[in-house]
């Protein structure tokens, strides 16, 4: 008995090594990965002291990002810093300040591990000119310091979506006082590893 079990075992082993590499070439497929774009738009809220005084005057807004996406293949942390000069307050609400704008996009295709961590931490920039020339500085709240007087709220979670470059995920930051929201949107890409 322990003979047969024995030739049984060892009618097994050609089979096994037989199917090895059909194995191996299946594994070595390529596995699919993400890299990942982040757009930006600025909206006036309809409240907004811009949109009640100043349609049609000129102004410029910069603002800065603080941005962490790191994976095995891929590693970025630094401070974006997008500037918008030529920007023409719209004659009504609905209408952004700031046309949809790539802001950043990875080159490398990479293990899906989350989306990109990404923070609005400042906005700048003033609208028109002479007496009715409106200032915008907001910045987040930190601990150990007054809070702003027009503080920054960022991470505000919007619902998901899906437009011409394909589904995205969504985050406001919103200023209090010159009621202003900063939206990202974050791309996840597909690709081959």
């Given amino acids: 008995m322990r003979f047969r079990t024995s030739c049984r075992l060892l009618a097994l082993v050609p089979l096994a090594f037989g199917l090895a590499p059909a194995g191996t070439a299946l594994g070595a497929a390529a596995e699919l990965g993400v890299r990942h774009r982040i757009d930006v738009m600025v909206f006036a809220e309809p409240d907004a002291p811009i949109l009640s005084r100043l349609k049609g005057a000129k102004g410029e807004l910069s603002f800065t990002v603080?941005?962490?996406?790191?994976?095995?293949?891929?590693?970025?942390?630094?401070?974006?810093?997008p500037s918008f000069p030529d920007i023409v307050v719209p004659d009504g609400p609905g209408k952004p300040l700031v046309q949809q704008t790539r802001l950043w996009e990875e080159d490398v295709c990479h293990q899906r591990r989350g989306l990109p961590k990404v923070t609005v931490t400042r906005l700048e920039g003033h609208f028109a000119e002479g007496e009715g020339r409106i200032e915008i500085s907001a910045f987040n709240r930190h601990i150990g310091l007054l809070v702003p007087p027009d503080e920054l709220t960022p991470g505000i979670k919007l619902d998901q979506g899906s437009d011409g470059f394909g589904l995205f995920y969504a985050f406001r930051a919103q200023t209090r006082n010159s009621r202003l929201n900063v939206d990202l949107k974050i791309y996840p890409i597909d690709c081959f590893l």
């Avoid at 603080?66 to 810093?81: P, T, W």
Wanted: charged residues 30%.
């Fill in 66 to 81: 603080r941005l962490s996406a790191n994976s095995k293949e891929s590693k970025f942390f630094g401070m974006l810093r």
